[in-house]
């Protein structure tokens, strides 16, 4: 049976369907067969799952697993090893869940003590947790399982395969992990700190696969903040090995690893991104990712062609990654992307890829180089960069959705050509859906993007906006849990709240409702810049002609006011006094009766007092207010 199904697909498939697996799993499981026997039959079962994922189902459903890691506490090293590698082969296909390795606490346990046993042993565990380790959870359990402590003397074996077996193990239980991050950082292997160890594993004389997950080891180091980013094994070893992989002369994966690491170790630091930048000619040589495959008319083999298109695909989404990292925070450097070949054609292209991965991380790009003033101004408006962007708003996953509307945002700005368009393309009734998204990035991005709307909005628009949304809805995010959207919400109503005849236009149809909203967020338990917002709110509101009648007659607001005056914040304070400065103006229609009336409350008292202050804005103000006062 081995020699009949080694490396031929057929026959494996054959077998499974003979009933030859549960034949073989009753035989390995049986006591009374001899040691090689089981040991074969781990073996020819471990060839039939290196066919097709359907041998491997079919291996799945016969409860394989359980059948393997029984055979783990055999004695004998030969039938370890051989379900050992079974194991392997069917924890590395996608077709298995991981969690199957995690439903019993003590098979961890037990993989970690059979490490020691010989370097096939270390090869397959190391193998098998790296493929098995997907995000927090598994991260904690072979951490608190001393994956560490056992497996970082690997590094150091003598055989390749463990040391880098030990390699991919590291870096998969450092990604976004702080915790096991400044672990590694003081672990030693024969005197020498993990970080050296990995350093020199950088070195070009390393097998590249090595080098690259080194540098990926120190990224996810770096990234989780074990590791300075000034720190020279990132500065001048991380980095530049990084860039080294993206040049022409790597293969196609290695120019897709290297970009996409390099891509999240520069992510968020603008030092590291300008240094990248101008590292052989980076901007330039991810041009060049575009530009595969070089004649698809040219492959007659349809299996090769879609192969060739799956690389294509991940070349694109590498490089749209990487130009959204380098130019996320300097304008030189998104000024030299955009005047690279094609750039902007390129992205505009990317946006309608059939690959939603390709797709998201155009949407990244644009997102980035939309942060300048310049280019908004510029390349934006000259390739209509609006029109695909909001198609891509059109019924996109909420990954896309959530980056594109963050894009959205900025093109609304008031200084941006693109404002115009997109109001008349229907973006208000998509914005105001947004802010009733569950996803709270969505809801943010939403109101975000209808504040900036509705900044230095003619007042029809204003109405659209306030129509769109409804009252309900409007009080739905004042009363939101999270900050970031009442922020934007109150950004969004002052915003609305501007301008006189606006003002008193809006306060005509909504006043009742925004004042009633004002008190709920004055009177509740919110933070200093919430109320800050309110309260600007309400001097917009006093600066109304008519308007300013709703705080007049509300005596609930004006003793809200008459309190913030004399708040131990300054801030507050200051924000209290531009609505009693709206209110007491000597140069409008009723100004003495409001004077009069504010007076009896207590309130010249309290002006005189800040006259005194030792903040020079209070002081400024309450002088200014009091001579309106004298006048």
């Not at 359980?66 to 379900?83: R, T, V």
């Not at 996810?220 to 992989?245: E, H, N």
Request: charged share 20%; proline share 3%; with cysteine.
């Amino acid at each position: 049976m081995k020699n009949a199904v080694i490396g031929n697909n057929k026959q494996k498939a054959n077998l499974i369907v003979l009933g030859a697996v549960p034949r073989l799993l009753y035989l390995l499981q049986q006591e009374t067969s001899s040691t090689e026997l089981r040991t074969e039959c781990a073996v020819v079962l471990g060839s039939l799952a290196m066919g097709t994922e359907n041998n491997v189902k079919s291996l799945l459903d016969c409860h394989i697993i359980p059948a393997l890691l029984q055979g783990l506490l055999s004695p004998d090293l030969k039938f370890i090893e051989a379900c050992l590698r079974c194991l392997r082969t069917i924890f590395i296909s996608p077709v298995t869940p991981e969690d199957l390795l995690y439903t019993d606490a003590t098979v961890i346990s037990h993989l970690m003590a059979l490490l020691s046993r010989s370097r096939y042993t270390q090869e397959y565990i190391c193998q098998i947790f790296s493929h098995c380790c997907k995000g927090p959870d598994h991260q904690t359990i072979l951490f608190n399982h001393g994956a560490v402590q056992n497996i970082a003397h690997l590094l150091v074996s003598t055989s390749y395969k463990v040391r880098m077996q030990a390699l991919k193990c590291f870096s998969v239980l450092a990604f976004e992990n702080p915790q096991v991050s400044m672990t590694l950082v003081n672990v030693s292997v024969d005197g020498e700190l993990l970080p050296q160890i990995f350093v020199k594993m950088l070195q070009r004389d390393k097998p590249i696969e090595m080098q690259l997950t080194s540098a990926k080891c120190l990224t996810s180091m770096c990234r989780a903040g074990a590791i300075r980013t000034d720190d020279p094994c990132i500065v001048l070893k991380t980095l530049p090995c990084l860039v080294r992989m993206c040049s022409k002369d790597r293969l196609l994966e290695e120019r897709v690893e290297g970009a996409e690491t390099l891509a999240y170790l520069i992510e968020t630091d603008v030092e590291l991104q300008r240094m990248a930048s101008i590292s052989d000619h980076l901007i330039v040589m991810l041009a060049d990712y575009f530009k595969y495959p070089s004649s698809v008319s040219a492959i007659a083999d349809i299996k090769r062609l879609d192969h060739d298109l799956k690389h294509a695909h991940e070349l694109r989404q590498a490089a749209f990654k990487l130009y959204a990292s380098l130019g996320a925070n300097d304008e030189d450097i998104r000024k030299k992307i955009i005047e690279t070949e094609n750039m902007m054609d390129r992205i505009v292209n990317g946006l309608s890829e059939s690959s939603i991965k390709v797709r998201l991380a155009a949407v990244r790009c644009l997102h980035s180089l939309s942060r300048s003033v310049q280019q908004l101004r510029t390349s934006f408006q000259d390739h209509a960069v609006w029109k695909p962007l909001m198609k891509v708003l059109q019924n996109a996953p909420n990954e896309i959705l959530v980056v594109a509307s963050s894009t959205l945002c900025n093109l609304l700005l008031e200084f941006s050509p693109s404002k115009e368009p997109i109001l008349e393309s229907g973006a208000i009734e998509l914005l105001c859906s947004l802010t009733q998204s569950e996803n709270l990035a969505l809801r943010v991005n939403g109101i975000w993007a209808l504040m900036n709307m509705a900044f230095q909005a003619e007042q029809k628009i204003k109405s659209d906006i306030l129509r769109g949304l409804s009252t309900e809805q409007l009080f739905q995010l004042l009363s939101d849990s999270d900050v970031n959207v009442l922020m934007k919400t109150l950004g969004l109503l002052r915003n609305l709240l501007s301008t006189r005849p606006h003002i008193d236009h809006i306060m005509s149809t909504h006043g009742k409702q925004i004042m009633q909203a004002v008190t709920l967020i004055l009177e509740g338990e919110h933070n200093i810049e919430v109320k800050e917002q309110t309260l600007c709110i309400l001097a917009n509101i006093a600066d109304g002609t008519t308007a300013k009648e709703l705080i007049m007659t509300n005596d609930d607001i004006l003793q809200k006011i008459k309190y913030y005056m004399s708040h131990s914040n300054a801030k507050l304070q200051l924000a209290a006094m531009f609505c009693i400065s709206n209110l007491i103006w000597n140069e409008e229609e009723g100004s003495q009766e409001r004077q009069d009336k504010l007076r009896d409350m207590g309130v010249v008292d309290i002006l005189h007092k800040l006259s005194q202050s030792s903040d020079p804005n209070l002081c400024d103000k309450a002088k200014t207010a009091l001579q309106q006062y004298l006048a």
